[in-house]
């Protein structure tokens, strides 16, 4: 517990701050995007919160991430795969650290596939998790805050947003479910050429010619 307070004391009063912002940035989402998209009431609120949540998420973990661990002002390397996992199982491990940087953008790739259509593949959310996670890493070592650039960090936060994507793949995969297509209607008609009608009595303008005819008079 001693080795989980000193990973993550701060994000404990830092998601104490931004959980009221979130919940009031909300509503005001909501009705600014009903307002300007026309959507219904359930459709702005689940897209707004969906972005609330996505931002504050993201500021936490930059948050969480960039926090200096106890009084170092060093920062350590460790490229040998596997070490850390080692410690973290070994006598006096801690495996606090390992489930935090499975489960650190498990959430953030589990909902911005449901917002983003380009990012609707596990392989590109694997790929930009991989990215960030060594962006992370770097930014760790040069800051200096004690932590560990370690590359069993990068390949946990990989796997962890290979799992929060294949979790909700199924729901963004309906969406991207083309809509089913309308039959064209085709106006039909009775006939396709018109009816001609015979008639074996002459026609009125014959039969007045043949009265006006001077062997006739």
Do not use: K
């Amino acid at each position: 517990m001693g080795a989980l307070l000193r990973a993550f004391w701060g994000i404990i009063p830092a998601t104490a701050i931004a959980l009221p912002y979130a919940m009031l940035c909300w509503p005001l989402l909501t009705v600014r995007r009903r307002r300007r998209a026309g959507v219904s009431l359930a459709r702005a609120s689940a897209t707004a919160g969906a972005d609330v949540l996505i931002v504050t998420l993201g500021a936490l973990v930059l948050i969480l991430v960039t926090m200096p661990v106890g009084d170092s002002h060093s920062s350590t390397l460790d490229l040998m795969p596997g070490a850390d996992l080692a410690d973290a199982y070994a006598d006096g491990g801690s495996l606090w650290q390992v489930l935090g940087n499975l489960f650190l953008l498990l959430p953030l790739a589990a909902l911005v596939p449901l917002r983003v259509p380009r990012l609707r593949s596990v392989r590109r959310i694997a790929l930009l998790a991989l990215v960030l996670s060594v962006l992370v890493e770097a930014t760790q070592f040069v800051l200096h805050n004690g932590r560990v650039t370690s590359t069993d960090d990068v390949l946990l936060n990989t796997l962890g947003a290979v799992l929060g994507a294949a979790a909700t793949r199924l729901v963004w995969r309906r969406r991207d479910r083309p809509a089913p297509a309308i039959p064209e209607q085709v106006r039909r008609t009775a006939c396709v050429a018109p009816i001609q009608l015979h008639s074996s009595r002459p026609a009125p303008s014959a039969r007045y010619a043949g009265l006006s005819h001077p062997e006739r008079r």
